[in-house]
């Protein structure tokens, strides 16, 4: 005579499913990969479990050369990516170094083993799988009459999260001109705001250059490299220059506005007219 089938409870194949889950290991993340666009940097990971309920350390490691303790930043996220800028940019000491990143998936208080990226730099005298540069600040060249003006933002200025880096005094921008004409070079320390450079053009020459920068540490070795600018051609001065009153230097506006109200700093507020 055949017996029955005999089905074992429900609580018990809950149990015995359970426990095979929790003895599972929890995967880790994979194509760990860091990306820097300019000044930003971005880690993105897959992760196979998108069923599960997980969360992601995300761990910034770098050569910090003084002090080796400060080397790491541990961040935690539920998303499948990060953005990393505002760590990379603490310090010079910081933004010069060598980096790599792991991320390490937790499910159900268990945690995975930690994957890792690429390393990455900024600095060009380090070795690592990527170096990252940044791109030149936007420069405007405007005829004179002898040659042309050359002015553009300083990056340690121009880029907030340099400006607000821990930076020593020496750090400085050096650039190097391109020209039909031939090369020239010149430095902005980090306390200007400015880089200006007054260039003397031949008669009948060419006159659009194109501009390199390397962004030095206070140690004159450690760098950043900058992309080359785009062609820069010469424009003609504005014929109705703006002057404000009580700055000391004339400052050209395309705009045509009648008056300008300008603020100077600590709440002073003057009132530029067209000269």
Same mark, same amino acid.
């Given at each position: 005579?055949?017996?029955?089938?005999?089905?074992?409870?429900?609580?018990?194949?809950?149990?015995?499913?359970?426990? +095979?889950?929790?003895?599972?290991?929890?995967?880790?993340?994979? #194509? =760990?990969?860091?990306?820097?666009?300019?000044?930003?940097?971005?880690?993105?990971? &897959?992760?196979?479990?998108?069923?599960?309920?997980?969360?992601?350390?995300?761990?910034?490691?770098? %050569?910090?050369?003084? #002090?080796? +303790?400060?080397?790491? $930043?541990?961040?935690?996220?539920?998303?499948?990516?990060?953005? /990393?800028?505002?760590?990379?940019?603490?310090?010079?000491?910081?933004?010069?170094?060598?980096?790599?990143?792991? !991320?390490?998936?937790? =499910?159900?208080?268990?945690?995975?083993?930690?994957?890792?990226?690429?390393?990455?730099?900024? &600095? %060009?005298?380090?070795?690592?799988?990527?170096?990252?540069?940044?791109?030149?600040?936007?420069?405007?060249? @405007?005829?004179?009459? @002898?040659?042309?003006?050359?002015?553009?933002? %300083?990056?340690?200025?121009?880029?907030?999260? /340099?400006?607000?880096?821990?930076?020593?005094?020496?750090?400085?921008?050096? $650039?190097?001109?391109?020209?039909?004409?031939? &090369?020239?070079?010149?430095?902005?320390? !980090?306390?200007?705001? *400015?880089?200006?450079? #007054? /260039? !003397?053009?031949?008669?009948?020459?060419?006159?659009?250059? *194109?501009?390199?920068?390397? /962004?030095?540490?206070? &140690?004159?070795?450690?760098?950043?490299?900058?992309?080359?600018?785009?062609?820069?051609?010469?424009?003609?001065?504005?014929? %109705?220059?703006? !002057?404000?009153?009580?700055?000391?230097?004339?400052?050209?506006?395309?705009?045509?506005?009648?008056?300008?109200?300008?603020?100077?700093?600590?709440? #002073?507020?003057?009132?530029?007219?067209?000269?």
């Amino acid at each position: 005579m055949r017996r029955g089938h005999r089905w074992a409870p429900t609580w018990l194949i809950t149990a015995i499913i359970g426990g +095979a889950l929790a003895a599972a290991p929890v995967p880790p993340p994979t #194509d =760990v990969d860091v990306t820097c666009q300019n000044q930003k940097v971005q880690v993105r990971w &897959n992760y196979s479990r998108a069923d599960l309920h997980s969360r992601f350390t995300v761990t910034l490691k770098g %050569n910090h050369r003084k #002090d080796l +303790a400060k080397g790491f $930043v541990e961040l935690s996220t539920v998303e499948h990516r990060y953005d /990393l800028t505002q760590h990379i940019w603490s310090s010079e000491d910081w933004y010069m170094s060598t980096f790599w990143v792991t !991320v390490t998936a937790t =499910v159900g208080g268990k945690q995975s083993e930690p994957a890792l990226s690429r390393t990455f730099t900024f &600095n %060009n005298v380090e070795t690592a799988a990527m170096t990252c540069r940044l791109d030149f600040p936007p420069a405007e060249l @405007v005829r004179t009459d @002898v040659g042309a003006k050359l002015r553009f933002s %300083n990056p340690f200025h121009f880029y907030r999260e /340099l400006k607000q880096a821990a930076k020593p005094d020496p750090a400085t921008f050096s $650039v190097e001109i391109t020209s039909d004409y031939g &090369n020239e070079a010149f430095s902005c320390s !980090v306390k200007e705001e *400015t880089c200006k450079r #007054d /260039l !003397v053009i031949p008669e009948g020459a060419n006159d659009c250059i *194109t501009l390199d920068g390397i /962004l030095f540490a206070g &140690n004159l070795v450690d760098q950043i490299l900058f992309r080359k600018s785009e062609h820069i051609c010469a424009v003609a001065a504005a014929k %109705n220059p703006v !002057v404000i009153i009580g700055a000391d230097e004339l400052v050209s506006s395309a705009y045509d506005f009648p008056h300008l109200l300008v603020d100077m700093g600590e709440g #002073d507020m003057v009132t530029a007219y067209r000269d």
